[in-house]
């Protein structure tokens, strides 16, 4: 199941037209990805404190519908794949009140020590992190 993040588009992520730059899906992404994270037991903090963190190594995304300024907005977030030193999410971004499709993404992301250098992403969160694996519907 995916995990779903709700969040009404602020002003200051908009353009003079009211309409969401475009970057600021990747930020959505993140924020998505961060409470995914959370919402299976463990926080991306106390993974920083144990020396791993994650890095964008790819990033894609489609957009297929503008969001505006006060719209509420549905991220449903999929953990896609998980490798020893990578895992893949995937986004699909619609609006809360219609279900109209906005934004569909994907980010591949390595696991780095402090230092900058890939690591191996310990078992213990290789594990709990393959329990969440699931397949976004089709486009």
């Not at 959370?38 to 903090?45: F, M, N, P």
């Not at 999929?78 to 619609?94: A, D, F, H, K």
Request: net charge neutral; proline share 4%.
């Amino acid at each position: 199941m995916p995990t779903t993040t709700e969040l009404r588009v602020r002003y200051s992520e908009t353009d003079k037209m009211g309409v969401v730059y475009y970057a600021n899906y990747l930020v959505w992404c993140e924020v998505s990805r961060t409470e995914s994270i959370r919402l299976q037991g463990d926080s991306y903090a106390e993974w920083e404190e144990q020396g791993v963190a994650l890095a964008v190594s790819d990033a894609q995304i489609r957009y297929h519908r503008s969001a505006r300024y006060d719209d509420l907005v549905r991220i449903d977030t999929y953990l896609t794949e998980v490798q020893s030193r990578s895992v893949t999410y995937e986004y699909r971004m619609t609006l809360a009140k219609s279900g109209e499709l906005l934004v569909t993404a994907a980010t591949s992301l390595i696991a780095i020590a402090p230092n900058g250098r890939p690591i191996r992403i310990p078992a213990t969160i290789r594990e709990r992190l393959a329990t969440m694996l699931e397949a976004p519907p089709a486009r």
